[in-house]
Nanobody
Framework: QVQFVESGGGVVQSGGSLNLSCVVS????????VGWYRQSPGKQRELVAV???????HYGDSVKGRCTVSRDNLEHEVKLQIHSLTSDDTAVYYC?????????WGQGTQVTVSS
């Protein structure tokens, strides 16, 4: 059974930084691309950042230049940092793990940027 433990969400100040963590169990973690998507009310789910099994990086346009994703294969953990937050970063953030055959999603963690 695949399980996700997402942490770090909540209310953060505009202009501040966001740090999210996701620990995944039940998969061969090192062979999966892992990362984060987000969804705001009324909007489609969008890519935030993904790091592949060979450590190539993919960032969404809305966070490029202020976002870092990292992975720890020993701890089965993927981390996300976003700086210079604005209200546009308010969303539910979903941790994901994907291979060429399937993908799995966490339950999501709410992030609200307050001014």
């Amino acid at each position: 059974q695949v399980q996700f433990v997402e942490s770090g969400g909540g209310v953060v100040q505009s202009g501040g930084s966001l740090n999210l963590s996701c620990v995944v169990s039940g998969i061969d973690f090192s062979n999966y691309a892992v990362g984060w998507y987000r969804q705001s009310p009324g909007k489609q789910r969008e890519l935030v950042a993904v790091i592949t099994s060979v450590r190539s990086f993919h960032y969404g346009d809305s966070v490029k230049g202020r976002c870092t994703v990292s992975r720890d294969n020993l701890e089965h953990e993927v981390k996300l940092q976003i700086h210079s937050l604005t209200s546009d970063d308010t969303a539910v953030y979903y941790c994901t793990a994907a291979s060429g055959y399937t993908d799995y999603w966490g339950q999501g963690t709410q992030v609200t940027v307050s001014s």
